[in-house]
């Protein structure tokens, strides 16, 4: 197929055109990447739409967002501290069972019952104009619960 010169001038324009297309496209994608990768906060809503002494699940942040009574929050991991299976939530005890090894967690993220020997991790939060910032980036290991690990309004 012989091609005129009118036609191979358009079709080298058109090829060149998408290259660049290609090229903004993917320069716009990595800005958003990186942007994301230094922001690690997960914004997980205002603060006074959750209810006290409830568990809420947040799966593409990976954690469990817990309020309690006294209104404190506690991120909490997924990831069982044994293997690293994601754990369920128990709603009899308030608390989290491993499905691979069958460990069990309180309400706190602490063993109950092993073969886990440490609390599920916990995440900083920060809250900025009434929305809790998870920091899911910087899991923090505990060997027990206390009262510091909330975050309060
Ligand atoms: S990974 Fe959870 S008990 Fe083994």
């Given at each position: 197929?012989?091609?005129n010169?009118r036609k191979?001038?358009?079709?080298?324009?058109?090829?060149?055109?998408?290259?660049?297309?290609?090229?903004?496209?993917?320069?716009?994608?990595?800005?958003?990447?990186?942007a994301?990768?230094?922001?690690?906060?997960?914004?997980?809503g205002?603060?006074?739409?959750f209810?006290?002494?409830?568990?809420?699940?947040?799966?593409?942040?990976?954690?469990?967002?817990?309020?309690?009574?006294?209104?404190?929050?506690?991120?909490?991991?997924?990831?069982?501290?044994?293997?690293?299976?994601?754990?369920?939530?128990?709603?009899?005890?308030?608390?989290?069972?491993?499905?691979?090894?069958?460990?069990?967690?309180?309400?706190?993220?602490?063993v109950?019952?092993?073969?886990a020997?440490?609390?599920?991790?916990?995440?900083?939060?920060?809250?900025?104009?009434?929305?809790?910032?998870?920091?899911?980036?910087?899991p923090i290991?505990?060997?027990?619960?206390?009262?510091?690990?909330?975050?309060?309004?």
């Open positions: 197929m012989k091609l010169r191979f001038i358009t079709r080298l324009l058109v090829a060149v055109a998408s290259i660049e297309a290609l090229f903004l496209i993917k320069g716009s994608v990595n800005k958003v990447a990186s994301s990768a230094t922001n690690n906060l997960f914004n997980a205002k603060a006074s739409s209810d006290t002494n409830k568990l809420y699940p947040f799966l593409t942040g990976q954690f469990f967002l817990k309020r309690f009574e006294d209104g404190g929050f506690l991120a909490m991991s997924f990831k069982c501290t044994h293997l690293g299976c994601v754990v369920n939530t128990n709603s009899q005890t308030g608390g989290f069972n491993c499905p691979c090894h069958a460990s069990q967690f309180n309400k706190f993220g602490e109950l019952s092993a073969p020997t440490r609390p599920l991790d916990y995440f900083p939060i920060t809250i900025e104009k009434g929305e809790l910032l998870i920091d899911t980036k910087t290991r505990r060997s027990s619960f206390d009262k510091s690990q909330l975050t309060y309004v």
